[in-house]
């Protein structure tokens, strides 16, 4: 097995990207068992921010019906990613959830392994670091495609003002049924360390299409109160044809 991570002239040199384009808009549904309790959109679209060329990327998760009226949430996560590179150039998370409020923009300088955040001020910072949205449209450009069964992804985020290793391992392919068809996958699932906020390696499990757009099309966690699944319902505006099985 081998660990897939971003290789430091990947970060200097313009990386093709093959996944995604312009317009891409996905759309998934929450469930906690029978109960519809969420909805989760992702879009992204180029700009150009002081003469640069960037893909803003907006993920947003809202809570619905009986959920929304016992713990409201209201979650947004920006990040403004040079086209180039993939690298972040700013990011933005802003949590409503319940009672709870987080709100942060977090500067890259990748020059000099700094950060700035306006919680925390300036940190100095690993190689590479991205925050947790470009790090999924990072993966999605140039680490998923390369994964082989046993494989770990590993990649280095600033998320909840700390450095934060994120690692997936690559279990296989597997064809899973979803509303909007068969669809043949990625399966990936986190490698942990115990009581951070997943017990085993099994409470969640990515799949991912295997083709050439590497969307997710299901998320599942299995908390202490039940599992809760997360599903591509709508999509639109993808590079390549999405892996449905007829």
Known sequence: A??????SKDAIDPIP????KSGENLKYLAHYGMIEGGEALLSVYEKEINNRKVFHAVAT??????????????DTYESYMDTKTGLPVKA?????????????????????????????GEQTVPDNILDMVSAFYYARRVLFKNAEP??????????DDNVYPLKVRYKGAEIIKTKIGR?????????VEPGRIFDT???????????????????????????VKCDLVQYSGLKNNLAIIK
Request: with cysteine; charged share 30%; proline share 2%.
């Open 2 to 7: 081998n660990i897939l991570f971003i290789k």
């Open 17 to 20: 990207n093959y996944a995604f």
């Open 61 to 74: 998760a809202k809570s619905l019906g009986i959920v929304d009226k016992l713990f409201k949430v209201k």
């Open 92 to 120: 933005i998370r802003n949590i409503k959830e319940d009672t709870y409020t987080f709100y942060d923009e977090v500067i890259f300088n990748h020059e000099e392994n700094k950060i700035t955040s306006k919680r925390k």
């Open 150 to 159: 046993g494989d770990i992804i590993e990649l280095k985020t600033y998320f």
């Open 183 to 191: 669809v043949y996958c990625m399966k990936f699932c986190p490698v």
């Open 201 to 227: 390696e099994n409470d969640m499990s990515i799949w991912i299409s295997k083709d050439n757009n590497f969307v997710p099309i299901r998320i599942q966690m299995d908390l202490m109160v039940g599992s």
